[in-house]
């Protein structure tokens, strides 16, 4: 299960990227060269994210498509399935571009918890 080793070096930057602040969220754009499962990416996800910053965050998984170039018929098209054959005429003989990325795009903190219900965030502690 390969989604493993991608989660751990996400949980790794996501780790980096909080500078210790709580992750509720996180939002990852992967190719679909990367041929992940989506649950089989939440689990390591979970796994992974085990006794850090993201314990317990929501997994927003977003698969990008491949870009399939058809050498029989010069179709271009997108695909999710890298094991495509080319939609215009069949063919198996296309070559790939793209698909291949892993993108943390975005990440959602957990809000301060103030001590004083109704306090603003800006005041100063003499307000």
């Given at each position: 299960?390969?989604?493993?080793?991608?989660?751990?070096?996400?949980?790794?930057?996501?780790?980096?990227?909080?500078?210790?602040?709580?992750?509720?969220?996180?939002k990852v754009r992967v190719g679909?060269?990367?041929?992940?499962?989506?649950?089989?990416?939440?689990?390591?996800?979970?796994?992974?994210?085990?006794?850090?910053?993201?314990?317990?965050?929501?997994?927003?998984?977003?698969?990008?498509?491949?870009?399939?170039?058809?050498?029989?018929?010069?179709?271009?098209?997108?695909?999710?399935?890298?094991?495509?054959?080319?939609?215009?005429?069949?063919?198996?003989?296309?070559?790939?571009?793209?698909?291949?990325?892993?993108?943390?795009?975005?990440?959602?903190?957990?809000?301060?918890?103030?001590?004083?219900?109704?306090?603003?965030?800006?005041?100063?502690?003499?307000?």
């Amino acid at each position: 299960m390969h989604e493993i080793g991608l989660c751990e070096g996400l949980v790794d930057l996501v780790g980096r990227q909080a500078a210790g602040r709580r992750v509720t969220g996180v939002k990852v754009r992967v190719g679909a060269r990367h041929a992940v499962v989506d649950e089989a990416f939440g689990q390591a996800f979970a796994l992974a994210a085990e006794n850090t910053v993201a314990e317990g965050a929501r997994l927003d998984l977003v698969v990008s498509p491949v870009t399939l170039l058809c050498k029989g018929c010069g179709r271009v098209s997108d695909s999710l399935d890298v094991l495509a054959e080319c939609p215009g005429c069949g063919g198996d003989d296309v070559a790939y571009q793209g698909g291949d990325e892993l993108v943390l795009e975005s990440l959602t903190f957990e809000e301060p918890a103030f001590e004083e219900e109704g306090r603003c965030a800006s005041a100063s502690p003499a307000d």
